[in-house]
């Protein structure tokens, strides 16, 4: 064999190993998704991800009109509070 099929034999065997690892790596991390809503008297939970690494439990608190976004701290083990928007102003007519 010459120098030339070593080398595309190389490349395809490379090739196929790339995509064997892509295929498996596919099909054994499949990450969990929730968007589930959940309304209980005066307020309303939904669940969501602000990134890959990242999930968020935003309450509506219906009686104050406020949008809070929580997530867990794992260095303190507690939830904590992202963001907090008053949906008076944000829904409020011009």
Do not use: H
Not at 34 to 52: L, P
Not at 68 to 81: G, K, M
């Amino acid at each position: 064999m010459n120098t030339r099929q070593n080398i595309t034999i190389g490349l395809l065997l490379l090739t196929a190993i790339i995509l064997g690892a892509m295929v498996v790596s596919t099909y054994t991390a499949s990450p969990a998704y929730a968007a589930s809503s959940i309304k209980q008297g005066d307020y309303i939970m939904v669940t969501g991800a602000a990134s890959d690494k990242i999930d968020l439990l935003y309450v509506v608190d219906i009686a104050a009109r406020r949008l809070n976004a929580y997530y867990v701290d794992f260095n303190t083990s507690s939830i904590e509070l992202m963001d907090s928007v008053d949906l008076k102003q944000v829904f409020a007519s011009n």
